[in-house]
């Protein structure tokens, strides 16, 4: 089945800091997703973007689906992006693989 | 208020037990999944189902069993079987299987 890469595990940052975070995937995909998971567990849908390029705030996203990778950009990081940063992916008509994730932790 | 909800939150029981964790959509979708996450890792795939009536298995399916009679509600029963039960449970829809998937807040199982 597609592996799932993320990188850097974890990160960490000053508040008002610029972070990429990376999600390499190993086969081609139709379905891309970004997730971000808060300390309390809850996930919430961040993007979905099997390719392109996308912005919502001061989050944004790229996928390069010829080159098999997508990247996660937030810019002027505050202490409530911290929590972990899951990328997914699928193809055809099959469920998602999840990455192990990039743990951020922002500080004050 | 659309959304999912998986109860209870916390959940105890002694090893050996059976134990059905409950997830319910109010969002119209079709398909449904559970998904188990351990300590530090990412999500694995349990079970998932397209349609009423019908049902597939994940990655880790083994230990345990799930139905989908409705449309909003996809139980997951966790038996004996399964050797390490102990983990946070989450449930999540989605339109079809490729849309985007939306997340319950959990169940975190704890075995005795």
């Known amino acids: 089945g597609i592996q799932v890469e993320q990188s850097p595990p974890d990160l960490i940052l000053q508040e008002g800091a610029n972070s990429t975070l990376r999600c390499n995937f190993s086969?081609?995909?139709?379905?891309l997703q970004w997730f971000h998971q808060n300390p309390w567990g809850q996930l919430i849908n961040l993007f979905y973007i099997p390719s392109g390029t996308k912005q919502n705030g001061r989050l944004s996203a790229t996928t390069v689906a010829t080159e098999r990778y997508s990247l996660l950009y937030i810019s002027s990081s505050q202490t409530t992006d911290s929590g972990v940063y899951f990328c997914a992916v699928g193809s055809g008509n099959t469920p998602l693989v999840f990455g192990k994730g990039t743990r951020l932790s922002v500080i004050a | 208020d659309g959304g999912i909800t998986q109860s209870p939150k916390y959940l105890f029981r002694k090893e050996g037990q059976n134990v059905t964790l409950s997830c319910e959509q109010n969002?119209?979708?079709?398909?449904m999944y559970w998904y188990r996450q351990d300590p530090g890792q990412g999500l694995r795939l349990i079970y998932y189902?397209?349609?009423?009536?019908?049902?597939q298995k994940g990655d880790i399916a083994e230990g345990y069993s799930v139905s989908r009679e409705k449309k909003e509600s996809f139980p997951l029963t966790v038996t004996s079987a399964q050797k390490n039960p102990t983990a946070f449970y989450l449930c999540?829809?989605?339109?079809?299987?490729?849309?985007?998937?939306?997340f319950g807040p959990g169940t975190r199982l704890t075995v005795l």
């Open positions: 086969d081609s995909v139709n379905n």
């Open positions: 969002l119209n979708h079709d398909a």
């Open positions: 999540a829809s989605s339109g079809v299987l490729a849309d985007t998937q939306y």
């Open positions: 189902s397209q349609i009423v009536n019908d049902f």
